[in-house]
């Protein structure tokens, strides 16, 4: 919710939208508001309108068919067995 509060967003379920993003980093969730909201202000200029027109859930399942998460469970574990081995340090 962090990145959304200030965009513009119409029929949106955030807790949908946090169930398909599981696994995704902060930095990735960024890049994903960001890239739905690139999506309509392509709009805007394509249809020489005066404003971008609100991010719907679409504009999100559209850039995560092809935004996948920067990092992978083996690497969660591995930073995971890093830290409880160094915690203590």
Known sequence: QYYTSRIK???VDLNKLAELTEGYTASDIKDIVQSAH???IKEMFINNLS???PIT???FIEVLKIRK???N???IKAY???HEKFKAL
Do not use: F, L, T
């Open 9 to 11: 967003m119409e029929n």
């Open 38 to 40: 690139i999506r309509a």
């Open 51 to 53: 404003e971008p027109r």
């Open 57 to 59: 859930m679409e504009d």
């Open 69 to 71: 998460p920067s990092v």
């Open 73 to 75: 469970q083996e690497m």
């Open 80 to 82: 995971e067995a890093w």
